[in-house]
């Protein structure tokens, strides 16, 4: 086969399909002989949701395979966060497109939305599949139906689904990752007393602070010394396994003892050089979270703007079933969560000399 023929030429239109693309929008109010203008804005904006999602689950699902071993190459968590880091990027693409579809107004919605029953976004096949492969667990679902969220898919869909349900999730494969990490077990290096003891330095110092304020009412002293008092008594469980087990069968909690310490070693030391990788990828975990929670409340606000209280196409209570997601479908908190145990740098247990080798640029030139 000659170079020519293998290396042919391709046109910008029949490589993109555009044909394909641009005659994909198909007006209801149109095909009815009631044409809507903003129906057409409506469609695009949806459609180019979907491609969004295609990406993201292309992103994911090659960070997944990334830590789908019991040694994760260093390389790989570079990867990892980089592909990431796009996920976020386009997610926050998401939440400005909710500002294109808001130049629609209410009344412009309600020109064609009789049209749309009972199709929903609730039967987005790629974002339910999404959830699942993040980590977003069947009993944590907000339902508005007594049928199974997969209901509406195709019997295809559906295994694919449950499939997906029986397999790792991302959240599942990293906290098998920080289960892994050989940090916290280091010999000669007594994290748990040195940390508390940093924790107690802390405490005092904030209560000394409260109590020798000049412009606290005593009732506002009291107060603010049992929320310090409250801290105290969550730091004091932290290194507490069956408590934290408890926690978890409790459903307060879902990130494992061993790798909730190691994540909180990652979060606190993260700017030695062998953690800083591994602190980027915690960082971007944490912020895709975010991210997607403030995309699951814009798309809520922007119901209410359209609907007001009006149930949604697909059955649900619209904005209040929207705004109960925004709580209950949040992944990755337990990763938040740990923002409530960081102490400032400054009262950090230093390093031993060993261990800061461990995690350093150490040449042996002997």
């Known amino acids: 086969m000659s170079d020519q023929k293998k290396y042919s030429s391709i046109h910008y239109t029949s490589y993109l399909q555009l044909e394909k693309i641009l005659d994909a929008q198909s ?18 904006v949806h459609q180019v949701y ?37 996920v976020n990027e386009i997610v926050k693409l998401m939440i400005q497109q909710v500002r294109v579809i808001e130049t629609m107004t209410p009344l412009d919605f309600l020109d064609f939305r009789s049209y749309l029953f009972p199709a929903s976004g609730f039967q987005s096949f790629q974002f339910r599949k999404l ?25 295809e869909q559906q295994d694919e689904i449950l499939r997906l ?4 999730s991302l959240f599942v494969l990293l906290e098998s990752w920080l289960e892994r990490t050989p940090f916290i077990d280091i010999q000669g290096f007594d994290f748990k007393s040195k940390y508390m003891q940093a924790v107690s330095n802390m405490l005092n110092r904030e209560r000394q602070a409260i109590e020798t304020s000049d412009y606290l009412t005593d009732q506002e002293k009291a107060m603010r010394l049992k ?3 409250d801290t105290d008594t969550y730091f004091a469980n932290i290194f507490n396994a069956a408590f934290h087990e ?56 922007m119901v209410m703007r359209m609907l007001g209280r009006k149930t949604g196409t697909g059955g649900s209570s619209g904005h209040s079933y929207l705004m109960e997601t925004v709580i209950k479908h949040q992944i990755f908190i337990d990763f938040h969560n740990i923002s409530t145990l960081l102490i400032p740098r400054s009262e950090l247990p230093p390093l031993p000399p060993e261990m800061k080798r461990t ?7 002997s």
Do not use: C
């Open 27 to 44: 007006p209801r109010s149109k095909e009815l002989g009631k044409e809507a203008h903003e129906e057409t804005l409506f469609i695009i």
């Open 50 to 86: 979907e491609l969004w999602f295609k990406q993201v689950l292309h992103e994911m699902e090659s960070v997944m395979k990334l830590f789908q071993t019991n040694n994760v190459d260093e390389k790989n968590i570079d990867i990892a966060v980089s592909r990431l880091e796009r």
């Open 131 to 155: 959830e699942v492969m993040l980590g977003l667990k069947k009993e944590k679902r907000t339902s508005y139906t007594a049928y199974p969220y997969y209901h509406e898919f195709s019997q």
């Open 165 to 168: 349900e029986a397999s790792p």
């Open 227 to 229: 929320m310090n008092g």
């Open 246 to 301: 408890q926690q978890i069968a409790e459903g307060k909690m879902r990130l494992s003892f061993k790798a909730t310490m190691a994540a909180l070693l990652i979060q606190l030391y993260g700017t030695e050089p062998l953690l800083q990788l591994p602190y980027r990828l915690l960082n971007v975990i944490t912020e895709m979270d975010e991210l997607l929670t403030s995309w699951r409340y814009r798309h809520s606000q």
């Open 359 to 365: 995690l350093g640029y150490y040449f042996n030139h």
